[in-house]
């Protein structure tokens, strides 16, 4: 215990770094008239994770403001998305936003030399290919060493003792928030107001040690199915929630699953694990788009299903709760309040940890599916094969893993294909046919993105989720410049990573290949598990 308490303290950055940026924005305030003068049209944020998921939920939430530039996040490797991302900007008049804390991230790296060698390629303006790049990373990176190389026109160092899912008020979510012209000052001015009251020695007074006692103690109690409702104003939220939860809960055996993005349904979809957390905005009515919160920047907002309204969504938990459901409500005044909910989570997930006697810090599974990814590319130009025995793929393998399901099981859908209106609609309808036949929870992600968030979940939580893995082999590849691979080799490198890790943790994991025509393919899977 004495270790593992020594080991948070080095990650306690975050409990005040909203303090120290809403007190010196002299940086921030600068890049915000830098950009401006440059006259950037449009952004784009390569990231994974920690360094990605806060900003996109800010892109999702608040949109562009004013004349600040249209920021895309690229956190996937499928090649169709990257080339959606390419042709959906102004090459010359793009700023590119390099984001790595270790500064080492596979994904980010390729990203970063696939755009600078396309802007080299475009025969940049004065200033250089350097000027057109921002870098955010921890000092004495490698990220910060080639931005310095290279001339990046920026660069952002943040403290090292924050861990990237608790990053979201640092840099990493500012940097990003300042480029697109959003009120930072009044998301920070949120956090601290909530950080002051994460203080208060009364735990009845503490917003982040009630939420997060209420976690722990619903985890448990069994309850460790934690249902995220949001209202359609901040609907992305639940997927910066997602990360902070399975990734900082989910090891040793133990674990809260996240459950973002799944419709509501009637009482008798849900067993005795479910706790509904209800993120509400009071007076926002407006339906929105339910599989948005799947979709990356990158290849547009998936529309999958229709969001209830908050009244709608109040009236369906009312129902819930009636059942015997237990329902969480917080209230919001607004969208900014999203800055102190940063906060008000990150505190609870730690309170959490705590009550779950794991380290909130640590996520000793990540690296594995990220080794087996090396390692199976080092295979691959050795011997023309990854060495993955991935079975016939086809639709019946994911009935055989449904059948699997039982009380207090999850099942998770982890699609390596480029994300889009038909794929969210195609997905939310196979989460639903499996949650109300068998009354189990459902999720999904997207590849490889998940796995720098859900991933140490699957591996190092409870193992009581079911797996299926979808893998997109169809397009054309993109090259990853200095590499021996392209991009369409390295997403199915990581897919197939990830399957030998899942199968090592001796959890059930089924793979199916989309083929030529994947829309196809997807409905034959909601066949087989009876949608």
């Known amino acids: 215990a004495a270790a593992v308490a020594a080991e948070c303290q080095r990650w306690l950055g975050w409990l005040d770094v909203a303090d120290r940026l809403a007190e010196d924005r002299e940086q921030l305030d600068e890049l915000r008239q830098d950009v401006a003068d440059a006259g950037f049209v449009d952004a784009v944020l390569a990231g994974m994770g920690g360094s990605s998921l806060c900003p996109d939920v800010l892109r999702a939430t608040f949109g562009r403001s004013g004349s600040g530039p249209d920021l895309r996040v690229l956190d996937s490797t499928d090649p169709s998305t990257i080339a959606a991302v390419e042709h959906a900007i102004d090459l010359e008049r793009t700023l590119f936003l390099i984001a790595s804390k270790s500064g080492g991230t596979l994904e980010t790296l390729s990203h970063y030399r696939y755009f600078w060698n396309r802007v080299e390629g475009a025969e940049p303006a004065d200033g250089g290919v350097g000027a057109r790049f921002l870098a955010i990373t921890d000092d004495g990176s490698a990220l910060r060493q080639s931005a310095e190389e290279h001339d990046f026109g920026w660069i952002f160092l943040n403290p090292e003792d924050i861990g990237g899912r608790y990053s979201a008020l640092s840099y990493f979510g500012m940097v990003p928030a300042t480029v697109m012209g959003l009120d930072v000052a009044g998301l920070l001015g949120r956090a601290v107001a909530m950080g002051e009251r994460c203080r208060e020695t009364d735990p009845a007074a503490n917003p982040g040690l009630l939420l997060g006692a209420v976690l722990g103690a619903a985890a448990v109690a069994g309850r460790d199915k934690v249902t995220i409702v949001c209202s359609p104003a901040i609907a992305t939220f639940g997927m910066w929630l997602e990360q902070l939860l399975a990734e900082s809960t989910g090891k040793q055996g133990k674990g809260i699953v996240p459950v973002e993005s799944e419709p509501l349904g009637g009482p008798a979809s849900y067993g005795a694990d479910r706790l509904f957390v209800h993120l509400r905005v009071p007076g926002d009515g407006t339906p929105t788009s339910a599989g948005a919160s799947r979709a990356g920047a990158g290849a547009g907002a998936g529309t999958a299903g229709i969001a209830l309204s908050t009244s709608d969504q109040d009236a369906a938990l009312d129902r819930l709760r009636d059942a015997g459901h237990p329902v969480l409500t917080i209230e919001l005044a607004g969208t900014l309040d999203l800055g102190g909910e940063f906060l008000r989570w990150e505190v609870a997930t730690a309170v959490a940890g705590a009550m779950l006697e794991i380290n909130p810090f640590d996520q000793p599974n990540v690296q594995e599916?990220?080794?087996?990814?090396?390692?199976?590319?080092?295979?691959?130009?050795?011997?023309?094969?990854?060495?993955?025995?991935?079975?016939?793929?086809?639709?019946?393998?994911a009935a055989g893993l449904v059948d699997t399901l039982g009380p207090g099981d999850y099942f998770a859908i982890l699609a390596y294909t480029q994300p889009g209106p038909e794929i969210d609609a195609l997905l939310e309808r196979i989460r639903l046919a499996v949650r109300d036949r068998h009354g189990v929870a459902t999720t999904a992600g997207y590849g490889p993105r998940y796995l720098h968030s859900t991933g140490q979940l699957h591996k190092g939580g409870p193992n009581s989720g079911a797996y299926l893995i979808l893998g997109d082999e169809r397009g054309h590849d993109l090259p990853i410049p200095g590499e021996r691979f392209g991009f369409k080799t390295l997403i199915a490198a990581q897919w197939a990573g990830d399957l030998k890790s899942l199968r090592d943790h001796g959890r059930r994991v089924a793979l199916v290949r989309l083929g030529e025509d994947r829309e196809a393919t997807l409905g034959g899977v909601l066949a087989a598990v009876g949608g």
């Open 369 to 397: 599916s990220k080794d087996n990814t090396k390692a199976l590319l080092q295979r691959l130009a050795e011997t023309g094969d990854f060495g993955v025995d991935a079975g016939p793929g086809t639709p019946d393998q």
